[in-house]
């Protein structure tokens, strides 16, 4: 798989359910960053987690990061409707983010 | 908060033309970036600028592109004959550190 793959490429859950996304990635890593883009938009930071960090939390996103595994995972708890969007991860190898490489992407439908 | 602005929002040009796109960065930033995406497909790394030169860039930036900061507030990525295969969306971004801010994106339609 190529540098940033994620999966599920999409899911559909209700509010109120909990949404994991994943994204494996092939080389070494400064840190992980997550984007989300709702469509046709730019796109919105969300947290970064470090090389040296296995868990961050911000609101009700919780990301966690497994460097042996090359792996990160994005909860997003108790969604609503307005989470509605496609997610991204995004890794740096720098740390200089002069160059991210961004996954495919998670596309997640919220439903009421 | 202030946020990075990108001008057109949408782009209609024919193939063989010239396009410039237009981005203000975040105004105490120091670091520019162009990033594109093709429809359905991956955010893609295109350039990145720092202290009025290129700092990196990538296979796809090749010499039909081109970038520049014109004066204090404006970045500018030009294409200079654009291919069918230049379609897509373009963000620009800027940085003073690790996280990106992203504009809206310009959505370039090469007919």
């Known amino acids: 798989s190529q540098q940033g793959e994620e999966d599920p490429q999409a899911l559909s859950i209700q509010e109120g359910e909990n949404a994991t996304m994943n994204c494996s990635y092939k080389?070494?890593?400064?840190?992980l960053q997550w984007y989300r883009q709702n469509s046709g938009r730019g796109l919105v930071h969300l947290i970064l987690?470090?090389?040296?960090?296995r868990e961050k939390h911000s609101g009700r996103l919780r990301v966690t990061l497994d460097t042996s595994k090359k792996s990160s995972s994005l909860l997003i708890t108790a969604s609503r409707a307005a989470d509605t969007a496609s997610y991204f991860c995004?890794?740096?190898?720098?740390?200089?983010?002069?160059?991210?490489?961004f996954g495919t992407g998670t596309r997640l439908q919220v439903t009421l | 908060e202030p946020e990075v602005t990108q001008t057109p929002s949408h782009q209609v040009t024919q193939m063989g033309q010239e396009v410039i796109l237009r981005c203000v960065p975040i105004?105490?930033?120091?670091?520019f970036y162009w990033y594109r995406q093709i429809l359905g497909q991956k955010v893609e790394f295109l350039v990145s600028?720092?202290?009025?030169?290129?700092?990196?860039k990538s296979e796809i930036f090749d010499d039909q592109f081109s970038v520049e900061r014109p004066d204090g507030s404006n970045f500018t990525l030009k294409i200079r004959s654009t291919k069918l295969e230049d379609s897509a969306m373009y963000f620009c971004?800027?940085?003073?550190?690790?996280?990106?801010?992203f504009g809206p994106g310009t959505r370039l339609l090469v007919l």
């Open positions: 080389t070494s890593i400064n840190n």
């Open positions: 971004a800027s940085s003073v550190g690790t996280q990106l801010g």
């Open positions: 600028f720092y202290n009025n030169e290129i700092s990196e």
């Open positions: 105004s105490n930033h120091l670091y």
């Open positions: 987690i470090r090389s040296n960090e």
């Open positions: 995004a890794t740096d190898d720098t740390g200089t983010a002069s160059k991210l490489t």
